[in-house]
């Protein structure tokens, strides 16, 4: 009987272990502050001042095929980084991004 239930506690105690360590998604506010922090960083002035972001996986809207655009600024800053850092823990590890690449523009002042 001693055996059965080490046995059995080593399996829930194993179980529990690989549930955590699966990734369910980003949370709401994570997503939300990644969605903010992009619309805030879309201003630019030629081409150049925009550059591809990934979507963490279609976890922040907008995306395309695995992509969104933000201007240079927001995707070199220590703020982004982080949050970008905070996004590919709780993303999905398997997605597609399709191999046609999008190409950033600056529309208008704006990065599309």
């Known amino acids: 009987m001693r055996v059965w239930r080490l046995t059995t506690a080593f399996f829930l105690a194993a179980s529990v272990a690989a549930l955590q360590a699966c990734s369910w998604g980003c949370d709401d506010a994570t997503v939300g502050r990644a969605a ?8 630019c002035a030629t081409d150049d ?4 972001i990934s979507d ?3 976890e922040i809207p907008g995306g395309n ?3 969104l655009t933000m201007n240079r600024n927001g995707a070199e800053s220590a703020e982004w980084v982080s949050l970008a850092r905070e996004l590919d823990d709780c ?3 398997s997605c597609t ?3 046609a690449a ?4 600056c529309t208008n ?3 599309r």
């Open 36 to 43: 903010a922090f992009i619309d805030a960083h879309q201003a």
């Open 49 to 52: 001042d925009c550059v591809v």
């Open 56 to 58: 963490a996986c279609g």
């Open 65 to 67: 095929c695995g992509q």
């Open 91 to 93: 993303a999905s590890d």
């Open 97 to 99: 991004v399709c191999t």
């Open 102 to 105: 999008l190409v950033p523009t």
């Open 109 to 111: 002042g704006t990065c």
